[in-house]
């Protein structure tokens, strides 16, 4: 493994930083000049390496060493990123990928024992469209073709008007499921986002599975009355009811183990100070790995939202925004991720995913997967401030070497 040159990696980040980004951050948002730029970049940055490489009805670019297998390793990540976002989310498991393809290419004499293709997944972000996960969802056939045609970005453009600039037909973006045909294994990298292995001075993680999500926004409903002439104990106050959810959803994420809940906004009618509130309408957000966890923080906040109505003599309904089932990853495979970070660092430490990622379209479709994280400094992302030690970087890289070499090992024993 002795062609593996992780302090390229690093390089070559920042040379993609320095080419699509600016003082505000990073700016390959897809479909754009600059995230089409940062593809011809990547193109460059694999030449001499005997690759097939093409895009996707969907705009997913492969590049493919065949090898003495048809059964494919796959190794994904994606270029894009959100509008002044971190120089790491993404591109970090895209580059690395490509320093892995070099290191095989150059150990097996451009035929490993298996095809080793890797992926640069379209459009993960969903920044400009709204739709997270857009070419790993068209890959995996879970892309809602109805509710995706009629998105629009903030210039009024709609997603398939945007997709023809760029020369991809809307109508065909789940024709790209082809790509799936042979594979055995789906490998991705990528910074944590969030301060766990911060917390525990680690420097990287294998991922267990990427948490499902229940969105919901709940209604409180009571009556305006005047603020100056209505008692205390008249009141039928939709704030007070929704204030109190605040405190229980944190009970309920600490019970549930690992999940956790966030209300993230709260609007009030009639929305004047000199009014009791009739309607407040909050939105829940609830994480977990766990299916049946996930299902039981969910009861939980109904119930509880219910009795906060009764006790304040409101009434209080209920609808779902987005709901997504828990992704596991493949146990196996999160055994071999544990071991190649083991024999990299002396340590590892496993770890759900609270943000999703193209490796839970790619799970979803029955491709065995798995993830490996690496620290993040601050626990921040999607936001320029957003980094990772140099070192860190460099030992991911190493990490997830010796997993890709594991996982052709594995995939050549099944």
Not at 128 to 143: P, V
Not at 280 to 285: A, F, Q, S
Request: charged share 25%; with cysteine; net charge negative.
């Amino acid at each position: 493994m002795s062609a593996l040159n992780p302090k390229r990696t690093v390089a070559e980040l920042k040379e993609l930083r320095a080419l699509t980004g600016d003082e505000n951050g990073a700016q390959r948002v897809a479909f754009t000049k600059t995230w089409l730029t940062a593809c011809a970049w990547l193109r460059e940055k694999v030449k001499g390496m005997p690759l097939e490489i093409h895009s996707d009805a969907a705009g997913n670019m492969w590049f493919t060493l065949a090898g003495a297998s048809p059964k494919c390793l796959l190794i994904g990540g994606h270029i894009d990123s959100v509008p002044n976002g971190g120089w790491l989310d993404g591109s970090l498991n895209v580059m690395a990928g490509v320093e892995i393809l070099r290191r095989i290419n150059a150990q097996y004499n451009g035929k490993p024992p298996v095809t080793v293709r890797l992926v640069n997944w379209a459009d993960e972000e969903g920044a400009r469209f709204g739709k997270s996960l857009f070419g790993s969802s068209a890959c995996s056939g879970n892309l809602n073709l109805e509710e995706a045609r009629v998105l629009k970005d903030k210039d009024d453009i709609k997603l398939p008007d945007a997709l023809r600039e760029v020369g991809i037909d809307f109508e065909k973006v789940k024709d790209s499921g082809v790509e799936l045909k042979n594979a055995a294994a789906y490998l991705e990298l990528h910074i944590e986002q969030g301060p766990v292995l911060l917390d525990l001075d680690l420097p990287l993680g294998a991922v267990l599975g990427t948490f499902g999500v229940e969105r919901h926004a709940i209604t409180f409903h009571g009556q305006a009355a005047h603020s100056g002439s209505t008692p205390m104990n008249r009141r039928k106050d939709a704030f007070l009811a929704a204030a109190h959810m605040s405190p229980e959803i944190y009970r309920i994420a600490t019970r549930s183990g690992n999940g956790v809940c966030t209300i993230g906004s709260c609007t009030t009618k009639p929305g004047i100070v000199t009014s009791v509130v009739e309607d407040c309408c909050i939105t829940l957000d609830q994480r977990h790995l766990n299916p049946a966890a996930l299902a039981t923080m969910l009861n939980e906040a109904k119930t509880a939202s219910e009795k906060f109505a009764r006790e304040g003599n409101v009434t209080v309904a209920w609808e779902r925004l987005w709901q997504i089932a828990p992704r596991p990853f493949n146990d196996e495979l999160i055994g071999l991720c544990d071991e190649a970070i083991r024999e990299t660092y002396g340590k590892s430490h496993r770890l759900p995913s609270g943000p999703l990622h193209d490796a839970a379209e790619v799970a979803a479709a029955g491709v065995p997967t798995v993830m490996m994280f690496v620290q993040s400094l601050h626990g921040i992302s999607h936001n320029k401030i957003e980094d990772t030690r140099e070192e860190h970087l460099e030992l991911c890289v190493t990490a997830f070497d010796k997993l890709a070499e594991k996982t052709m090992t594995w995939i050549n024993k099944k």
